[in-house]
């Protein structure tokens, strides 16, 4: 089983439409919770940090659920710039190292 | 330009042949990271540097593999013997202390 666990899809949406991520983790131990985005051939970009008690950028929301070990990210008001690969990333200890889930494609179309 | 540089961008070699990549941190970052993703997967861990010391390695990075970060600046990863299984983006990342930032990977194809 992998550490982190994504729906990889691709999710084909219509502009302006509200999808929504999920993503489990494995290790209890896990401390930071992210997700980071990745256009086609490009870096990893830190999107936002996950907190427990959630958190909001904008169009973007991101919450976690310690208990069931379930990560998710909201977009709602989707735009053609959206469309990307959003990868659910869990940090488990002191060294920074970050796990990262497979990833979850999204397009959105005209 | 003040954030992770990696070199070269793009690399095709021979099987067997040895590669080497380099990668230059944002200058005041301690730490340093090397990831490897290929097609359809997230980054993988494969070692972490904290200034000049390397503290961790991930199973993955076999007997072949070899990181350094001589003066706790630039680091290269040396893969000796290259196999068609290492073709994937080498990813190189440097941190502060809430966010790792990547560079814009090395691309390695192996023939």
């Known amino acids: 089983r992998k550490e982190v666990e994504q729906d990889p899809g691709p999710f084909n949406v219509p502009e302006g439409a509200t999808v929504a991520f999920n993503c489990t983790y494995s290790?209890?131990?896990?401390?930071?919770f992210f997700w980071y985005r990745q256009d086609c051939r490009k870096e990893p970009k830190l999107l936002m940090s996950?907190?427990?008690s959630g958190n909001e950028d904008g169009r973007f929301t991101a919450q976690l659920n310690r208990a069931s070990q379930y990560i998710s990210l909201l977009i709602r008001d989707s735009k053609l710039s959206d469309s990307a690969t959003y990868l659910c990333v869990v940090n488990t200890g002191n060294t920074g190292k970050l796990i990262f889930g497979q990833g979850t494609t999204l397009q959105v179309k005209p | 330009d003040t954030g992770v540089s990696q070199d070269p961008r793009h690399k095709i070699t021979k099987r067997g042949q040895n590669v080497t990549f380099r990668c230059d941190p944002i200058?005041?970052?301690?730490?340093l990271y090397w990831y490897r993703q290929t097609l359809g997967q997230g980054p993988e861990f494969l070692t972490y540097?904290?200034?000049?010391?390397?503290?961790?390695k991930s199973r993955l990075l076999s007997d072949r593999f070899s990181a350094e970060r001589p003066k706790g600046s630039f680091s290269t990863l040396e893969i000796q013997r290259t196999e068609q299984g290492d073709s994937a983006m080498y990813l190189c990342?440097?941190?502060?202390?809430?966010?790792?930032?990547f560079g814009p990977g090395t691309r390695l194809t192996v023939t």
């Open positions: 200058s005041e970052h301690n730490r």
């Open positions: 990342a440097s941190s502060s202390p809430h966010e790792q930032y």
């Open positions: 290790n209890s131990a896990s401390q930071s």
């Open positions: 540097f904290q200034n000049e010391a390397q503290l961790e």
């Open positions: 996950v907190y427990s």
